[in-house]
């Protein structure tokens, strides 16, 4: 069966730390990895990861996908009381016709100012 | 903003009830997700369609159904609706379906979500 697991269930943390948020899957036919934060709304798109694109970033935002590991890590640096959210970990595989998303339960990251 | 638009925001209706989403994607996206988001379940795939053809089916009830109009717009039907169905409903667009490109990948871009309360 095709899992996402994510990892710590929950962070706080004080302005200025740096968070590392993890995500391993085990899934068949993978075509990629994202990242998205959601903060009591729609989830809004963070990164994608693919076989060709294994490193991303973004301001203080960065991630790295270890397909061989089957892991993902999400980092965030000098956080703000902005970056508080839930951020979740999905995996795309390729079915039949078509393509499916698995999503990981989350990780409800709190920056205390 | 997204671009994707679901109606309604909220909906609140009775057990053994009958009740349609809506989602229009964003413009020139062809693919369109459906999820539901419970508190214990997390995000939940549900289906896919892509340019009016279902795609991909996840766990979606018997009890559920949904399609894509010619116009690219989708609606979810929840019928002989339980307790359990109350949760955030949400659907995401795509420009492509990247498992039938192998080179191609797409980026998901959610709505804003329906809320169901089922009582």
């Known amino acids: 069966e095709d899992k996402v697991v994510q990892s710590p269930l929950s962070l706080v943390v004080h302005e200025g730390d740096t968070v590392t948020l993890n995500c391993s899957y085990e899934?068949?036919?993978?075509?990629?990895l994202l990242w998205y934060k959601q903060e009591k709304k729609a989830p809004t798109f963070l990164f994608m990861l693919?076989?060709?694109?294994i490193e991303k970033k973004s301001g203080r935002l960065s991630s790295i996908l270890d397909k061989k590991e089957l892991f993902s890590i999400l980092n965030i640096t000098a956080t703000q009381t902005g970056d508080s959210a839930v951020y979740l970990c999905a995996v795309e595989v390729e079915v039949n016709t078509g393509n499916q998303f698995y999503f990981g339960t989350g990780t409800s990251l709190t920056v205390i100012p | 903003d997204s671009g994707v638009t679901q109606t309604p925001k909220h909906l609140i209706t009775a057990t053994g009830q009958r009740v349609t989403l809506r989602c229009s994607p964003r413009?020139?996206?062809?693919?369109v997700y459906w999820y539901q988001q419970s508190l214990d379940q997390g995000l939940q795939f549900l289906i896919q369609?892509?340019?009016?053809?279902?795609?991909a089916k996840g766990n979606i009830l018997e009890r559920f159904s949904a399609q894509q109009f010619p116009d690219l717009h989708s609606e979810l039907n929840l019928s002989s609706l339980e307790l359990g169905d109350s949760a955030l409903y949400f659907c995401?667009?795509?420009?492509?379906?990247?498992?039938?490109?192998?080179?191609?990948?797409?980026?998901?871009?959610f709505g804003p979500g329906t809320r169901l309360t089922v009582t």
């Open positions: 693919t076989s060709s694109g």
């Open positions: 899934v068949t036919n993978f075509r990629s």
């Open positions: 995401a667009s795509s420009e492509g379906i990247g498992g039938a490109e192998r080179d191609s990948h797409y980026e998901q871009y």
């Open positions: 369609y892509y340019n009016g053809e279902e795609r």
């Open positions: 413009s020139g996206d062809l693919s």
